[in-house]
C-alpha cells in the first residue's frame, strides 16, 4: 500500500509548507512533485493569518495535477477559512462577512490575487472524506451530520450552499464551524462522540485539523500529532499560524 500523509492548517504559510513537504521527499528543489504513487491529504484552512494563503493554494492545486500523473494522490478539505475566504469574496461587507474574515486574519492580497479557477476547486472541496480507516475532517465537531446521513450527501449539501447565494445558509454554516472540541477526552460525552461519529461515518480513526494542538496539550511547537480518546482521535494541526513549523504526519 502506497504511503499515506495528513498536513493540518497551513493559514498562508507556503515557505513553511515547502520545507514540509521537501523533508518528506513529496517535491523536489523545483517544487514539483516527486512522491510517486504517496497518497497526501490536506485537512483545509490554506487562508488567513498568513501573508500567502494564493500561494499555497496554488501550490496544492498543481501538486495535485502534478501527482495524479505519477500514480500519487493530493486531497484537500473545505476548512473554514475556506468559507470566510469565500464569503468575503462573494458577499464583500453584505452581512459583515467581509468584516468577520478580516478579524479572523484575513489577508487583502489574497482577495486581490483569486482567480476563478481557484475560486471553483475551492467551492469543490470535499467537506468529508474517508481514506483506508481514517475519517478526515477539518473540524474536531459533529455538526455535520446536520447536512446529510452520508459522506456524499454532506459534500452534497454543503457544496450547494457553497455555490449559491442565500446568505443566511452560508452564515449558519459559518456559525457551525465555530465548534472545536467535540471529541475531547475531558468532556463527559467526547469519547461516545467520536465512536458514534466513526460508526456513522466509517473508518476506525478520526483525522481533523481546525484546533491547534497547543490549545489541547502544554505542547508549543509540535512535532507529531495529538492522538487522543482512546486513540479514536488525530489531531494534525501543530499550529503554524502560532508561531510553530508545523508538521507532517506519516500514517503507513
Known amino acids: 500500500m502506497s504511503a499515506l500523509y495528513f498536513i493540518g492548517d497551513i493559514h498562508g504559510h507556503r515557505d513553511k509548507l515547502i520545507t514540509l513537504l521537501t523533508k518528506a521527499h513529496l517535491i523536489n528543489r523545483e517544487l514539483a512533485w516527486c512522491g510517486g504513487d504517496s497518497r497526501v491529504w490536506f485537512l483545509g484552512d490554506f487562508f488567513d493569518r498568513g501573508d500567502d494563503g494564493i500561494g499555497v493554494v496554488e501550490l496544492v492545486m498543481r501538486l495535485q495535477r502534478e501527482a495524479g500523473v505519477a500514480g500519487g494522490t493530493v486531497g484537500a478539505l473545505l476548512g473554514n477559512h475556506e468559507i470566510m475566504f469565500l464569503a468575503a469574496h462573494r458577499f464583500g461587507n453584505q452581512g459583515g462577512m467581509a468584516a468577520a474574515w478580516r478579524r479572523n486574519g484575513g489577508q487583502e492580497r489574497d482577495l486581490q490575487r483569486i482567480k476563478a479557477p481557484q475560486i471553483a476547486w475551492l467551492r469543490n472541496l470535499p467537506a468529508l472524506a474517508r481514506v483506508d480507516d481514517y475519517l478526515l475532517m477539518h473540524a474536531d465537531a459533529i455538526f455535520y451530520r446536520e447536512y446529510g446521513q452520508s459522506l456524499d450527501a454532506i459534500n452534497d449539501e454543503i457544496g450547494a450552499i457553497l455555490r449559491d447565494d442565500e446568505l443566511g445558509e452560508w452564515g449558519h454554516l459559518l456559525d457551525l464551524f465555530s465548534q472545536r472540541f467535540a471529541f475531547a477526552e475531558t468532556r463527559p460525552d467526547g469519547i461516545?462522540?467520536?465512536?458514534?461519529?466513526?460508526?456513522?461515518?466509517?473508518?476506525?480513526?478520526?483525522?481533523?485539523?481546525?484546533?491547534p494542538i497547543q490549545y489541547m496539550s502544554d505542547v508549543l511547537y509540535p512535532d507529531k500529532p495529538h492522538i487522543y480518546s482512546i486513540k479514536l482521535c488525530i489531531n494534525v494541526d501543530g499550529g503554524m499560524y502560532l508561531g510553530a513549523d508545523g508538521f507532517i504526519y506519516k500514517a503507513c
Open 192 to 211: 461516545l462522540r467520536a465512536s458514534e461519529t466513526l460508526r456513522r461515518y466509517g473508518g476506525q480513526h478520526i483525522v481533523h485539523g481546525h484546533t
